[in-house]
Structure formats: structure tokens, C-alpha cells
């Protein structure tokens, strides 16, 4: 019984872990990029985990009668907003490898060797 | 670092990180019995308080409302960002590809679904007081139906239509609409983005108040931010970068 | 009779999207007018709240949304003295930043005023906030306002690295916050501050304990905190100075700050008197942080690269403040703060006169260059001063005040720290005095990340610095000096700090209760003599540093540094690889060791 409670929270776990994986053993800036990107799903799942009701319905009284139970609808609000967050750091983080690879000529994080100290 | 001793020290704190994370979800209530009030509150009064009959826009842009204030500036810095990284200061014109040689079928289909898109964009848009919708998804459905006549056409069409400093100030535009009308809440005396105007009836499109009015200005600027990006993208890699210097 | 709390994040972010609709219009100088006209504005309208918050805490609910019962509907600010303190800061800096860029040759096609103003609105309602979730979102509105920012020299390659470092290690940082606060909304149900304090009372199980850890974690790596430091070089070697004197005069301390709100309002209960093992990782990692930060910023060979470092170094010491958590010690480090901020900007500002004049950051290439900057050379000599803690920057009285905090435990521990990150931050800006200004010595070793940013920010060179160059460094300073004379300095900060880590007092001012003022705690003797005495044994042991590495090759053999030390010095800075993945393992490794260190509460 535990164990299927802990279903969606190990699969975020795993998600993120799957993220940090890519990003730590990237080879590509934009694999790193969208692995950053792989990470942030782990966080709706875990939102929308939290709000989540067995035999609820949406929360959207255009066609039944408000007063039936719902799903959380806070989480969701709160997890559209992560997903223009995302969407917004992602652009910016493809706009910087764009140039990177303009100026470098290269975009395997090994070559670039700019920043060693 | 090398390569395997990253590996080996990731190896080594993400078994601890998974241990600790799924202790933590253990104590959350069980999956499917959310319990907290906050979601159960706003549910039953939303429909009355604010006349809307979509929760979570109600959320979104009235009692949570500042948030989404913060992330719609997230989404302007952001597209502010990759037009400041991808500006050119010595712009080159004439550059562009002619034409990607798509079939007439591809470019007819475009031109039809444009318009599908734009409308249908315009509905999500106005109608996310009532059903799941509202300024962000609709602005992003408008944004893609521009980007089709990139891909039907070429970047020359694209641009013609997107012309370059309108559509920055229609961006700069929703987002400063957004904050007017928090600022016009100060003005009637009550605080920063109260919904003060008439909420009309719940499943009416006029209705909600403030909620349609922000509405639309989210859904301006996610249209025209995201139409600037593509934009700032395509000039950049297609005419004016992908050289090495 | 305050302004509305709402006006410091409202204004700056109209006017930000008023100037980016007009960009293509306007003059040049009406945009810079107009971007320094609302910064003054946000600097006014945060004094006063600071003035207005002082008795009692101003509370602020967004949308007319009052709580019901315990429910807080809305989202809502609470301005207390050290909120708006900070905020007043941000005000500050952002005036003098944009001031220094006044007819900026490069300013991004007039993308930089905008970002700038969206960037002080962040700061300002980060502050501000008594919800969980807002405190996110204007986290990341800061972040992403910076990582544009720091990207803004696009000529180079080494900017859009280094702001890729920053980016990724920062969003990764945002997403272990998020986690946490999705737990404790799962736990709670709530996202004000004050409710999900009410809410956990002293609950103690590993959901609370893990959701602050992972909190934590997230602004930790935004307060550069070993070894979730690696992005802050990086982004401070490639950003433009004004945007370098925000990221170390308070970008990372709004990291810090966000600590002490959530940890007290929060988790306040929870962790009631900070428990031994946290209270230890904190003052571990705090002082691990402090002396790291200054050995690398000693070993550092680009200018902004050792005052980066050495930013480093005094966030591990305001983590170690932290750590000690009593009244005293928040106090000092509300002042710390403040003294680190201005000598910090004045002397990012002095190194943005530097490029200007002489073109390069490089310290053996400005080896002998500045003999004829005489006030420049004095602006950095003071600067140098200041960050070894002499008297009279209050950067002297701050440190006094936490050594003897928390009766006295941790005296021994924090003077010695104290005294290696002055001796060694101070050392390693005194010898870059030294070499540069004084031209004593040699060239001295150079290194790869030295030669970073050789692009000026101003195309023309000219013979005479611009007033709007002078200005802003010779303020910070002098604010620095005058700060430590400010009548009540010490009872101030000690009222602004015991509201600010009173649980009771900032759940009782959200849910509208009348707020009892609260025992101020009493002050050990002022110990002027012994304040002096630290400072000048700081400084003593920075000249002596300095000297040390100008004059090395001169020395007799026996007196020069082992061999081996130039080899181990090599190998510390490789650590700093300028790779992301790098980064993230490193912060992977933080939160393992940081959650050890919690997970002993358990």
C-alpha cells in the first residue's frame, strides 16, 4: 500500500535523476539544455501528484454544478505558471548556445575552454 | 573533473538523494486523497466570489494574480534576453532563403489553417474564464499559427508580416497592460490587482471582471513574445549568424 | 502614511515595458533618464517603507484577498525593517549601476535599461513576500533578468559561457527549491509563509526536514556558498561591472536572506533554536566557504575574478553569522550586509574605471599602468581596507558584533575566520594595489581565466574618467565608512533583526493580531579596542601578504612559499573548470553533504 502511494513520487525521483544524468554526462550543449528542461517535468509530477483526488473531476464548473468535488486546481495553476518559467529559461538558454556556437565554433562543453581557471 | 569520477560521485549522491526523497513522500498524504483546504476553498467560492467558472484561472489571474504578474515579466526579460544575446549590430539584409520549395498542396493548407489557428487562438484566448484556456495557451496558439507561414513560405513573408517594432511594442504593451491594470485597482483605492470591474454572469464571456482583461493582455504578449522569438531566432541563424568567427 | 507596497515592483516594471515599446524611439538619454528617474523612485518609495515598518510590520494582501480564519487566500507582502533594508539597498545599487552606465557605449540596443528595471523589481519583491510561491516566481524573474544580463557582451565568446554556467547551475538550483516547496505544500496545504508555519508547528518528521533542505539548497547555490559557488566566478569575469556590482552587492545575499525568512517564519518552530547538527553544517560550510573563497581569491590573477572570490569568501562568513542565529548575530550580519555591499560595489566600480582606462583585467598586463590614477589607486587601497575589516568601514563593526554573539560559543572560531578571509581577500586586493598602482615587484604569474574580458565597455578611450565613473565608487565607499557612524547603528540593527527572526511576531502581523514589541536582547560592551585591534592585525596580515607575493622572487629562497604550493594553487583553480557538468556535480555533492548534516536531526 505504501509502495503505490510512492508510485508518482518515484517516478519524479527518477525524472530529475534522469535529468541530472544528461546534464552531467552531456557531450552537447543542447542535450544539456533539454535535459535541464527533462528536470523541470519532475516538478509537475510532483505538483500535480499532490493535488490529485481518485474519482474527482476537473476544475471547471462550465457544465457541472459547482460543489462537486474537484482535483486541486492550486497546483495546476501553479504549475502553468512553471511551464512558461521553463519555456522562457529554455529559449534563453538555446539563444546562448546559438552564439556560442557562432563565436566557438563548437558546442561540446570538453572544447570549450574559456572559463578554466 | 574527468568523466568517470563525475559519473561516480553522481552515482554516489543520487542513491542518498532517492532515499531521502521518497522518506519525504512518504509522509506526504496518501497519492489521491489531496487534503489541504487552500484547493477546496477557492473551488466552491470561485463561481460565486469572482463569477468564473474555470478554477484555475480564477487562480491564475485573481487570487493568485501577482504571480502570474511575475511570471508574464519572466516570460518579457526572457524574450528581452534573447534579443539582447542575438542582436546584431551590423545588420545584413538580403541574406534570406527564397522560398523552401514546398509544394503548393503545403503552402495552400497553411494559408487555410493560419486562420483556423489564429481564431481558434482568439477563442482559447476570450474564453478562459469559463473553460480551461486563458492568455497564455491561447497567445502560444496564436504564435504558432504565425510561425506556419514560416514554414510555408520563407523567412522574407515572415518578416513582412512580423514587422519588427510593432510587434515589440505590442509586446511590451500586454505586459505593460498587465500592470496598469493592477495599478488602476490602486486607483480606484483598493489594492494592487483587485478584480473592481462589474463581474457580469458566471458562463458569459464579458464576465469575471479584471480576470477577461488580463486575460487578453497575457495573451498579447505571450502572442507577440513568442512571434518575436521565433523572429530573433530565424534572423539570427538563417541571415545574419551561423559563421564562425 | 506609506507608499503602497505594490509601488516598488509595479513601477519598475511598467516603466521597464514602457522603455522597451519605445526603444527604437526614444533618445538615447531619455531611456538612461528615465530607467535612473524610476530606480530613485524605488529607492524613495523602499526608504519610506523601511521608515513607516519600523514599530510595526506592514502587511499587504494582493487582490483584496484577506485570509479567512487561518486561510490565507491571496498572496500577501509583509514589510519589516530588514526586508525593506534589503530592498532599499537593491534600490540603491541599481541608481548607481545605471548611473555608471550613463551613455554606455554597449547597451544592448537599449535592452539593458529595461532588463535592469525588471531585475531591481525582483530584488524588491523578493524581499517583500510572505508567500512561499511568490518568493519562487520573483526568483526566478531575478535569475532570468540576470542570466540575460550577464550575457550582454556578445562580441566574446567567454560571456555566454560563463552566463550558461550561471543559467544552468542556478535554474538547477531553482528546481531543488520548487521540489521543497512542493513538499511542504503537500504537507501544509498552504503557500503563505505564516500559514504553513502555523501549520507545522514543531512537526519534526523527514518531510519537513527534506523539504527544508532542499529549500535551502536552492538559495544557498544562489548565495554562492562552497561548493554551490562555481557559476559566481564565472558570471562575474564576463558580466558588465554594473551588472557585477548588483550580482555581489546583493543578488547573493538576497540568497542568504531568503534562509533566515524561510528558516525562521517557516520552520521556525520546527527547528526551534536551531538544532546542533544544523546549526553545525551551517557553520561549517560557512567557514569552509570563507576560507576557500579566500585562498582562491588570493589565487586569482583576473581583477573581477578576485573580488568574485572574495564575494565568496564573505558569504561563507554571513553563513556562519547564520549558523550562530542569535539576535546578535543577525544583527551583525544585517550590517555586514550592508558594509560587504557598498565596499564591494565600490571596488567593482573602481575595477570598471580600470577597463575603461587601461583596457584589460588581466593583472600582469596592468602590471605598472595605473601609477598616474591617483584616486583611482586610492578608491582601490580603500576598498582593500574594507574587505580586511578595519575600522573604520562597518564592515569592522559587523564583524565585532557576530564574533561576540551567541554568548561568546563561537568567539574563538569566528574572530580566526574573521581574520584569514580579511587577511586573505584584503591581501590579494592590496597586492593587485601593489602591482598595479604602486608597480612594486614583478608582472607576477598569469593564467588562463586572466585573460578574459579584454573587450572595454567604452569604444573610446579617453585621457579624463567621466564623473558618472568616479561618482558611484567613491559613494559606495564613503557609505561604507559613514555606515559604522550612524547614531544607534548597533540597537537598530539588533530591534531590525530581532523582528526579523521572531516566528510569533510574523505570523501574528499576517493574521492581523496586535504584535508585542518583543525583548530586545542586551548588547555586549562596545569593545572598541578590541574591534580595532582585529582590524589592524587583519590588515597587518593582508600587508604582509601582499607583500609576500609582490616581492617572491626577491626573497631569499628559504623565506619564498613551498614549491608545491604554486602546484596545489594550479590545481585549485583547475577545480574551477568553466564546465557546467562540472558544476552540478558539485551541488549534487553539496546537498548530500548538507543533508547529512540534516538528517542527523532525524
Known sequence: MIAFNLIPYAVAAWIFLCGLYGIITSKHLVHTVISLAIMQTSTYILLLAIGYRWNAVAPVFADISPGAVTVDPVVQALMLTDVVVEATVVALLLAMVVKVHEKAGTLSPDDLKVMRG | ?245 | MAPSPALPIAAPLLCAAVLAALRKWLPRRAIDLLAILTALLNLVACAWLLRSSWRHSIVYWFGNWFPRGHMALGIGFLVDPAGAMLATLAAFLTLLALTYSWGRSDSGQNLFQPLMLVFLSAMSGFCMTADLFNLFVFFELMSTAAFALCGLKTQEPAPLQGSFNFAITNTVGAFFTLTGIAFLYGATGALNMAQIGLLLGSRHDSLVVVAALFIFSGFLIKAAIVPFHFWLPDAHSVAPTPVCVLFSGIMVELGLFAVVRVGTAIFGSTFAGLPDPMRLGFLVLGGLTAIWGGVMSFAEHHLKRVLAFSTISHSGMMLFAIGIGSPIAIAGWLIYVCAHSMIKSGLFFTAGILLHRLRTMSEPLLFAQGKELRFTAALWFLGGCGLAGLPPFASAVAEHMISHAGSGRFLAAATVLFLISGALTGGAVLRVFMRVFCGWGDKGPGDRASQIDELPEENEETQVIPVHFFAPAALCLAVGIALSFLPLLADLSLSASSRFLSQGGFIDAIYARTQSPGASPVLPGTGIGSMIGHGLAAIGLALILAVWAVFHRRLPRKMRWPSHLEGSMRWARQIQSGQPADYVVWTMAGVAVLGSFFLVLR
Open chain 2, 1 to 245: 573533473m574527468s568523466a568517470k569520477c563525475r559519473l561516480i560521485v553522481f552515482c554516489l549522491s543520487a542513491i542518498p538523494f532517492a532515499i531521502v526523497y521518497l522518506a519525504a513522500a512518504k509522509n506526504l498524504p496518501p497519492w489521491g486523497h489531496y487534503r489541504g483546504p487552500y484547493g477546496d476553498v477557492i473551488s466552491s467560492l470561485s463561481v460565486y466570489e469572482r463569477h468564473t467558472t474555470d478554477v484555475v484561472n480564477a487562480i491564475d489571474y485573481d487570487y493568485r494574480g501577482f504571480d502570474t504578474l511575475g511570471e508574464e515579466y519572466i516570460l518579457f526579460a526572457s524574450v528581452l534576453g534573447v534579443m539582447l544575446l542575438l542582436r546584431d549590430p551590423n545588420p545584413k539584409s538580403g541574406t534570406a532563403d527564397e522560398g523552401q520549395g514546398l509544394s503548393k498542396t503545403v503552402k495552400f493548407g497553411s494559408a487555410a489553417c493560419f486562420g483556423l489557428l489564429l481564431i481558434f487562438g482568439f477563442y482559447i484566448c476570450t474564453h478562459g474564464q469559463l473553460t480551461p484556456g486563458g492568455g497564455f495557451q491561447g497567445g502560444v496558439i496564436i504564435a504558432t499559427a504565425f510561425m506556419l507561414i514560416y514554414i510555408a513560405e520563407n523567412l522574407k513573408s515572415f518578416k513582412a508580416i512580423t514587422s519588427h517594432p510593432l510587434m515589440e511594442a505590442l509586446e511590451a504593451l500586454g505586459a505593460g497592460l498587465y500592470a496598469v491594470t493592477g495599478v488602476s485597482a490602486l486607483l480606484v483605492g483598493a489594492p494592487f490587482l483587485t478584480n473592481w470591474l462589474p463581474l457580469g454572469t458566471a458562463g458569459d464571456v464579458f464576465s469575471s471582471g479584471t480576470i477577461a482583461v488580463i486575460s487578453a493582455s497575457v495573451g498579447l504578449e505571450v502572442a507577440a513574445g513568442f512571434i518575436l522569438l521565433s523572429y530573433t531566432y530565424l534572423e539570427d541563424i538563417i541571415s545574419g549568424g551561423g559563421k564562425v568567427s
